[in-house]
């Protein structure tokens, strides 16, 4: 029985390794990173400054992105969407929560390429 089983398995095995042959190193595909940002994708926050600490609810978030690109402003509640200026220019007022407020700002340009900046704002109503 062991016998018929071990043939068996000689069988499976000599027509696994004639029906897939080994593949030439030559011909194996090396993998890279699919996305890499692209040189050409800018997007500069000016305003605000990371960690900064308001004691106003309507804050103004400015900057400059590429040519072509839109501008997504994320929070944990909402995303707003800006369309920058011919020169490239972008600026909105934003309503913050009270407390810690995370906030991404990313360009995305017509090929679906990204760039973003983070910012923790701190929103007070008390004056310190």
């Keep these: 029985m062991c016998l ?3 043939i068996g398995l000689g069988y499976i095995f000599a027509l696994y390794s004639i029906l897939n042959p080994p593949v030439p190193k030559e011909n194996l595909i090396t993998s890279q990173p699919v996305t890499r940002e692209p040189v050409s994708l800018t997007l500069t926050v000016t305003n605000p400054n990371d960690n900064s600490l308001v004691f106003n609810e309507d804050l ?3 900057g400059k992105a590429s ?3 839109i501008v997504i402003i994320s929070s944990e509640d909402d995303d707003t969407i800006v369309n920058p200026k011919q020169d490239g220019t972008f600026s909105l007022t934003y309503k913050l929560n009270q407390g810690v407020n995370k906030l991404t700002i990313a360009s995305i340009d017509e090929s679906g390429n990204i760039k973003q900046e983070n910012r923790m704002i701190y929103y007070s109503k ?3």
């Design 4 to 6: 018929i089983f071990l």
């Design 60 to 62: 103004l978030i400015s």
């Design 67 to 69: 040519l072509g690109s």
């Design 126 to 128: 008390e004056k310190i």
